[in-house]
């Protein structure tokens, strides 16, 4: 089977830099992706890892680590609008569906 | 543009009825979802769809029915043996190939059954 865990809610101010975390267990990996998603709106592709190590892409950065079943998106220069829920997901074990956690929701405040 | 279309936005349905979810996309992708969402849930998969004609339950099926007869629709029937179904439902497809396709998702449809 596979498990997902991530922190509930996290709260963080403008211009600041918010670290949100991911740890997961799967039977076999295959990769894993990180969303947006905006209150009451469709989730929004944000990174995607599959080797150990960093990706980075503008004031988003995502890191993986395999050996620890672990992730973080790093969100950097916080705007007010990256207020929304950030959803970890790892492909299932066959690689034909993602499996999402339950989601973080981060608060920014000015 | 290609997208995933879901209608109606907002659905209303009393208890005991059939109600079916709308799902298309113009993408060409082979791969569509059915995922729910529940405050402080999550998205949980309901059914997926890898080619046409051929479909899979996924972690929380039971109450629910899909069909895949085109490459272009995935329609999702909530039943009435579906014991909670007031939720927010979102399809999503993909182009498996490349390692990092991600998901596209529609709009969603916010179903209310009372």
């Known amino acids: 089977g596979q498990n997902i865990d991530q922190p509930t809610e996290m709260t963080a101010t403008e211009g600041a830099i918010v670290q949100i975390n991911c740890t997961y267990q799967t039977s076999g990996f295959n990769g894993l992706f990180w969303y947006q998603q905006h209150a009451g709106e469709a989730p929004t592709f944000l990174s995607y890892n599959v080797l150990d190590g960093l990706e980075e892409k503008g004031r988003f950065s995502s890191f993986l680590s395999r050996s620890k079943g672990y992730s973080y998106l790093l969100l950097k220069e916080l705007q007010m609008k990256d207020s929304a829920s950030y959803l970890c997901a790892v492909r299932n074990q066959a690689g034909t569906a993602l499996i999402f956690g339950k989601g973080t929701t981060l608060s920014v405040s000015s | 543009d290609g997208g995933i279309t879901q209608s109606p936005k907002y659905l209303f349905r009393k208890e005991g009825q059939n109600v079916t979810l709308s799902c298309e996309q113009n993408?060409?992708?082979?791969?569509m979802y059915w995922y729910r969402q529940d405050p402080g849930q999550g998205l949980r998969l309901i059914y997926y769809?890898?080619?046409?004609?051929?479909?899979q339950k996924g972690d929380i099926a039971e109450g629910y029915s899909v069909s895949r007869e085109k490459k272009e629709s995935f329609p999702l029937t909530v039943t009435s043996a579906q014991k909670n179904p007031t939720a927010f439902y979102l399809c999503?497809?993909?182009?498996?190939?490349?390692?990092?396709?991600?998901?596209?998702f529609g709009n969603g449809t916010r179903l209310t059954v009372t």
């Open positions: 769809s890898q080619i046409v004609n051929d479909f």
């Open positions: 993408l060409n992708h082979d791969a």
């Open positions: 999503a497809s993909t182009q498996w190939g490349t390692e990092n396709s991600p998901l596209h």
